[in-house]
């Protein structure tokens, strides 16, 4: 029986006789209705290419980021080039004579800083207080107030932008970003310091806030990179407190503007010294030699076996000569 | 036994395949371990970025063709399930092509029915497309290949293998058995060539194969390395290649090419995986390897590969099997995902193999599997636990090899060996004169 398939089918169908006419007639109609699918697919593509937005967010808010401030004068994160900048750059965006003195009492301290986890994927909890003198917050635009939280991470481990932004896990921020070096896969001999910065909405906590302040807790998912090789065989990693700030959204003389609060310089130098350390496996040089030496051996042995078993065991005309 | 037909067993599978998927998605919303491979969240995010008119390479640690992302963007506006969907509907046809494979030679139907299963019901296999993993697609067009090749089919075979090429390299491999393959005493112009069916009794078809194979190497003079199937091969499947790549790097540049081709050929990566390499390639890290180093590194693979392709390119489906298995071995970086390469050829191998399952092919399987659990339990303790065990996790690797290297030529020294095709009839008339 004479049967019409089209163009593709007879392009990608060329053994009609190992099967029946039937099943060659239903699986050529099977074969269009995939190849009329695909077509629709990309008919839809292109119409995307018009009209959505991007489905991956890139934050594109000029001001919104301390840290994209930082890397926009700096190339790189260095604890003395960041030091720099809080101290100078940020000091001319601070709340000034809002409402009558700058102070108003504003204090960020980390109650708790701890490492929870094993291995070479680890969380950083970190526990954050925010104090503000009672008198003053009735003055504060609580609502439009967000907690800026900077945690610097040291050379030896990362944060991974995607599992930060996975909306189930991290619905209590705002917004969370990761800036410097975030190549997951570079041993950190070979990468660069990276930092994440988060916003916490700080409104709910300000206006229903105790005598002794309000407490944010943050759990960071942190991983570790291949470290530099070590005679011990591991590598001390130690990750230090974060930086904490405090944005506002204040009515300026003729828009919004935001400012920002910080607290006293030396209350922050109290609480400084409270770093955790992580204890992270490293290759060990004197293993060098020998690992190498073995390893081609091992990898030579193998070779000569299946050149032996390919030309005398198997079947073929060289094993029977 | 119950027998069972292909219809109803590609049913199950499908059944099988789709709960698996809706499982995964409430194991992600649910369960801190996440069902869904890492992969899948980069191909969707790539996905993402081309529907959106961008570069799927702004997404870091894609390395993928762009095809892969076009086939990805309806996960945008349907389902984010699209893809796995569409790797498990791969993943059965390559159940359905291993039948159609043997169907081809004359396989009964028991032994296609137990191929078809070893595919299908494979756990290894049938996580790796509902966890959305690609590695199917790459399978159903070797499959593919394979069938057009066995029914003389060179432009599409060489359609296919271009196409396959540029969407994952490794298939190069195949390269020369396929030249090799398309003997000009089987693929003559205007006639289909003639393939050798399976036969119970396999020492008589050893010995009419190699007979035949004798009379045939006799006829290929040096004239006839340059015929007009190989040429054709060669020219359709390195045209459709180059045009992939140039159309794609005429649209991203040459982040396309670092990222989809030149890492893949170039890649060293020193964390912890299952090749031997791996801890030479960590402790020399921080110097540059000489040529020498790279050249060492490099010799066995080349050596295993050209003797496996010489002695087995005439059956060619064992060949593809052989080399896949020797490749994977024998390559700087080994993830679990490469091994699928080889799982959809090991049914096609199968009937014409002497090993038996009790007890030769269940030792085989075990010690395979052992030395796989070997290596992942000091992986654990090194990755989970924070141990530094370096060392064991490297000789465990070494053992992995042993593993491999010790089934592949049992594999060998129990299979028939046989070229695919046999001649037609009215040339043996010419050869008696």
Known sequence: MRFSCNFSSTLFLPFSYSMSTLQYNRLCFHLKLAILWMLFSGAVFCIHVFASTTEVETNSDAGKFIMKSYFENYESLHDSSFEDFMAHQLSSSLCQGIPDNWNVGVRLSVRELSLVGEGSHRHLSSSIRLQIAAASIPKLPAHLCEVIVIQRLPLGVFADPFELQNPHKHKAFRDIAVFGDTNLELPSFQSNRSAVEFHIDAGFNILFMQNNGTEFNLLLPLHARYQPLDESGYSVVEIGEPDMLMRCSVEGKQHKQSCLFMSPPNEKAKSTSATVAWKIPAGMKAHAGFVSVITFVTALLSTLSIVYASMFLSGTKVSKT | ?433
């Open chain 2, 1 to 433: 036994m119950i027998s069972l037909k292909p219809r109803s067993i590609l049913l199950i599978s499908a059944i099988f395949r789709v709960g698996l998927i809706l499982f995964g998605e409430w194991q992600d919303t649910h369960v801190e371990v996440r069902y869904t491979d890492v992969d899948y969240l980069v191909f969707s995010d790539a996905a993402s970025l081309m529907a959106s008119g961008q570069s799927p390479y702004k997404r870091t640690t894609y390395r993928y063709s762009p095809l892969l992302a076009f086939l990805l963007i309806p996960n945008s506006f349907t389902s984010r399930c699209w893809g796995k969907f569409l790797f498990s509907a791969s993943d059965l046809f390559v159940g359905l092509f291993i039948r159609i494979i043997l169907k081809q030679r004359k396989v009964p139907d028991d032994l296609c029915t137990y191929s078809m299963l070893i595919w299908l019901f494979n756990p290894f296999t049938f996580t790796i497309g509902t966890r959305g993993n690609c590695e199917p697609i790459v399978c159903a067009m070797i499959l593919w290949i394979i069938i057009c090749l066995n029914n003389g089919n060179v432009v599409q075979a060489a359609f296919w293998y271009g196409l396959i090429v540029h969407f994952r390299i490794y298939p190069i491999i195949y390269a020369l058995p396929i030249i090799i393959f398309l003997d000009p005493c089987f693929f003559r112009s205007g006639t289909k060539p003639l393939l050798s069916d399976w036969t119970s009794d396999q020492g008589k078809a050893r010995q009419i194969n190699s007979e035949l194979t004798d009379k045939c190497v006799v006829s290929d003079a040096l004239k006839s390395t340059f015929t007009r199937s190989r040429i054709l091969f060669g020219l359709i499947s390195g045209t459709v290649f180059l045009l992939c790549t140039g159309f794609f790097f005429r649209l991203y540049g040459w982040e396309f090419l670092h990222e989809a081709l030149l890492y893949h050929l170039t890649r060293t990566d020193p964390r912890h995986n299952f090749s031997i390499y791996f801890y030479h390639i960590y402790l020399n890290y921080e110097r540059e390897l000489s040529v020498l180093e790279k050249l060492i590194s490099f010799l066995p693979q080349f050596i295993v590969q050209l003797v496996l392709i010489l002695c087995f390119a005439k059956d060619l489906v064992f060949c593809f099997f052989v080399q896949t298995v020797a490749f994977v071995a024998f390559n700087k970086v080994i993830t679990a995902q490469y091994f699928v390469w080889f799982f959809c050829l090991l049914p096609l191998i199968l009937p014409w193999s002497n090993m038996k399952l009790k007890w030769k092919g269940l030792c085989c399987i075990l010690l395979w599997m052992g030395a796989q659990t070997h290596w992942l339990l000091w992986g654990y303790l090194l990755e989970f636990k924070g141990k530094n065990v370096f060392l064991q996790l490297w000789m465990a690797s070494l053992l992995f090899l042993a593993a491999n290297t010790f089934i592949l030529i049992v594999l060998i020294r129990h299979h028939n060996y046989g070229p695919v095709f046999r001649q037609h009839t009215d040339l043996k008339t010419t050869k008696t004169t």
